[in-house]
């Protein structure tokens, strides 16, 4: 009986670590650049339709077409010099190398070019964005996080004696 409880136990403390590596894992919401949109805890890629570009959030990379075959560079090549990352369309795509199937997105979001309704990230006023150094919150936000810790609070709590 008491094996089974160990086998039990151990199954349980298992899944909750797996649980926790999981959501650290997952998610990336201060490495995602402010001109990306809000809404999305994690993304692998950004597809900008305007362009038929992508953007590699781990990498910090875009990848574009010159001539038939796929480059990837921190910066845009100059013949998109002016083009307007925080008022264009991005499509997340959770993906790896989705521009290998770029024809597929390509007709599959052709109807959001030129569409300039998503709130990036630098105008939203939500504080886990705040959590991105690039932010225009983000040092006040680390200044207030000290200043809670400072004070004792932990998690929205007052843990100060009285």
């Given at each position: 009986?008491?094996?089974y409880l160990l086998i039990?136990?151990?199954?349980?403390?298992?899944?909750?670590?797996?649980?926790?590596?999981?959501?650290?894992?997952?998610?990336?919401?201060?490495?995602?650049?402010?001109?990306?949109?809000?809404?999305?805890?994690?993304?692998?890629?950004?597809?900008?339709?305007?362009?038929?570009?992508?953007?590699?959030?781990?990498?910090?990379?875009?990848?574009?077409?010159?001539?038939?075959?796929?480059?990837?560079?921190?910066?845009?090549?100059?013949?998109?010099?002016?083009?307007?990352?925080?008022?264009?369309?991005?499509?997340?795509?959770?993906?790896?190398?989705?521009?290998?199937?770029?024809?597929?997105?390509?007709?599959?979001?052709?109807?959001?070019?030129?569409?300039?309704?998503?709130?990036?990230?630098?105008?939203?006023?939500?504080?886990?964005?705040?959590?991105?150094?690039?932010?225009?919150?983000?040092?006040?936000?680390?200044?207030?996080?000290?200043?809670?810790?400072?004070?004792?609070?932990?998690?929205?709590?007052?843990?100060?004696?009285?």
């Open positions: 009986m008491r094996q039990i136990a151990a199954v349980i403390l298992s899944g909750t670590v797996y649980a926790q590596v999981r959501v650290n894992v997952n998610l990336n919401i201060d490495r995602q650049p402010v001109w990306g949109p809000t809404g999305y805890d994690h993304v692998e890629f950004y597809y900008l339709p305007d362009i038929d570009s992508y953007y590699n959030v781990p990498q910090h990379k875009f990848y574009y077409n010159e001539g038939g075959r796929w480059i990837s560079n921190a910066n845009l090549p100059s013949r998109y010099h002016g083009f307007d990352l925080y008022n264009s369309y991005k499509v997340v795509v959770n993906e790896r190398a989705p521009y290998r199937n770029d024809a597929t997105y390509k007709e599959k979001y052709a109807s959001f070019k030129g569409r300039h309704d998503q709130q990036a990230i630098r105008d939203s006023r939500e504080e886990k964005y705040f959590a991105n150094a690039q932010h225009p919150e983000h040092n006040n936000w680390v200044k207030q996080q000290k200043h809670d810790n400072g004070n004792g609070k932990k998690n929205g709590h007052d843990n100060r004696q009285h």
